[in-house]
């Protein structure tokens, strides 16, 4: 079992400039069009040339859930940095 033996990839970090034009051609629905919107590109051109098989695109899957975690993880400290910023200024 064990844990965190968990090494940062790089490759999941959320992008905030994405190519909005290769979403739209890969017809990525608006709802998914966020941060990690480029690595679900990648995993549904993996998806469509495996037939959907569910025991590959593994690593795509992997690294755009990793994604998804990472910008779970930014908004959670920009909410923690606004609240100690507020509390801050009612201090004063």
Known sequence: MGGGHHHHNPEADPKADQ???SMRKARTPLAFRDNCGHLLVKLNECRRET???????????HTYEECGYYSYLQ?????K????????EAQD
Request: charged fraction near 50%.
């Open 81 to 88: 940095q606004e609240k100690r910023i507020r509390s801050e």
């Open 19 to 21: 190519d909005l034009e």
């Open 75 to 79: 908004r959670v400290e920009a909410k």
């Open 51 to 61: 037939l959907f098989n569910p025991h590959k695109c593994g690593h795509e899957r």
